[in-house]
């Protein structure tokens, strides 16, 4: 998905470590969205975890949108005209509806329930994407992944993937990235990464061994839901800091808890994010920007989308100034 807003923030994120000011219960901090429209009245709104001013990342995890569930009658669905990407890795997840991707290698693929979409978008990509003449209801995750600073100007990458469902201690668990309860993902990332999407039955609880070495986030779609001994509202994520190598996630509800599990190793880097473009200066930045604008070769084009493409916003007046989490209390 396209980050689509008219004014977009323009953020500098660096890591700080997980002992800065928010975590509260088993070291964990909460983080609580905000709401963002995505274009015109009818358009969507998301809600939005990543990043904020009290963190940047989780792992190389940098851009967290939760959606719907939204019927697609009254909401308009999703209809993002070709736009460009550099310096990251968008993954798509879906709970209900389908999006139709396309992008500029050539990729025509259809996201379903269940089913991974990850495009890499290194030096430069560009893709559209429309939710299925099918769909009623759309529901799902957009997440970016930050590429490290030798692999940012990577190749232009498409991968598909659809999980088998582990059943395990009454969850049910599909690992799209990395590894969790024996099952592994063969999709490639240039960081190591956890992703994972976990159905808790009504009124149980799952302790789930963890990488040590990773960071965690739990991402809240439905339920009433502790992460160890802290509660959880639908929409928040949770951020546990490595060293820890199990969690355990509890539903309290008499329904299904959905959640998304998110890990990775500490990422270090310095990043600079505005509108579609991750880099590492300003001047990254605009330079992308003035290559999408002069439809230069380096994002290629989409065909089969019947529509213009995206125009870029304009940049801020001010050069991009460091964001950085509160100091301890």
């Given amino acids: 998905m396209s980050n689509v807003e008219e004014d977009p923030r323009e953020a500098r994120c ?12 088993d070291r964990i901090q909460v983080l609580t969205p905000r709401a963002v ?43 993002v005209a070709p736009h460009p990407h550099t310096g990251l890795q968008t993954v798509s997840w879906v709970f209900s509806g389908e999006i139709e991707h396309r992008d500029s290698l050539g990729s025509h693929a259809v996201v ?48 598909h993937y659809v999980p ?13 990235l990395g590894s969790l309860a024996g099952s592994t993902s063969p999709v490639r990332t240039f960081t190591p990464l956890l992703g994972a999407e976990v159905v808790l039955d009504p009124l149980t609880h799952l302790t789930l061994a963890v990488d040590p070495d990773h960071e965690h986030g739990l991402l809240v779609d ?12 639908p929409a928040e994520l949770g951020y546990l800091p490595s060293g820890h190598r199990s969690v355990t996630l509890r539903n309290n509800s008499a329904a299904p ?4 599990l998110l890990g990775g190793t500490p990422f270090h880097e310095e990043i600079v994010m505005w509108w579609n473009f991750i880099g590492r200066s300003h001047d990254d930045i605009a330079r992308a920007r003035q290559d999408w604008e002069a439809a230069s070769d380096r994002f290629g084009s989409v065909q089969g989308y019947p529509g213009l493409r995206l125009p870029a916003p304009s940049l801020p007046n001010a050069r991009i100034r460091p964001r950085r989490n509160p100091p301890s209390a």
Avoid: K
């Fill in 14 to 25: 660096a890591d700080v470590g997980g002992d800065e000011a928010g975590l509260r219960g």
């Fill in 37 to 79: 429209p995505l274009g015109g009245p009818r358009a969507m709104t998301v809600r939005r975890t990543l990043p904020q001013l009290s963190r940047s990342f989780i792992g190389a995890w940098c851009f967290v949108d939760h959606y719907g569930p939204d019927d697609v009658a009254s909401s308009g669905g999703m209809d």
């Fill in 112 to 159: 379903r329930p269940g089913e991974l979409n990850l495009m890499t978008g290194g030096y430069g990509i560009c893709h559209s994407e429309v939710s299925t003449p099918r769909t009623t209801i759309l529901h799902g995750v957009q997440l970016w992944v930050a590429l490290p600073e030798e692999h940012r100007d990577t190749g232009r990458d498409f991968q």
């Fill in 164 to 176: 088998q469902p582990v059943r395990i201690r009454g969850a049910e668990l599909r690992v799209f």
């Fill in 222 to 233: 439905e339920g009433d839901v502790q992460l160890n001994d802290t509660s959880l509202r």
């Fill in 257 to 260: 808890a959905r959640l998304v």
